[in-house]
């Protein structure tokens, strides 16, 4: 199993965290993620966020799991604010956890990731 832990108060502002696959800090993700894409009908990933409510000062804990088809290839979350200069719109709501695309570029990038081993 893999398991990446953080302690921040940044989590309230940002709702997700990368997990560099092109990095030897992150060998053991890029080998799990191999495995669980390899295994696709008897795997699923987990995750869980355990902190603390802001307001109310109890632990909060919320889990879910996503089965191998729910993946897709993302480039980074869809701009709720549009910006012209230092000036930002009034916030599209329906763009909150969309997420954007990745080129086939870049999924041929990952792809190459999942198949060739690139670190010892």
């Given at each position: ?115 060739d081993p690139i670190f010892p």
């Amino acid at each position: 199993m893999y398991k990446q832990e953080f302690n921040t108060p940044l989590v309230e502002l940002t709702w997700f965290f990368d997990i560099r696959l092109d990095t030897p800090e992150d060998t053991v993700a890029l080998q799990h993620l191999r495995t669980l894409l390899g295994n696709p009908e008897t795997t699923m990933i987990r995750v869980t966020v355990v902190g603390v409510d802001s307001d109310s000062g109890n632990l909060v804990h919320v889990y879910k799991y996503y089965r191998m088809s729910a993946l897709v290839y993302g480039a980074g979350f869809s701009n709720v604010y549009q910006w012209e200069g230092v000036k930002r719109s009034k916030p599209n709501w329906s763009n909150f956890n969309r997420v954007d695309s990745a080129t086939s570029q870049e999924q041929n990038i990952v792809n190459t990731l999942l198949i060739d081993p690139i670190f010892p």
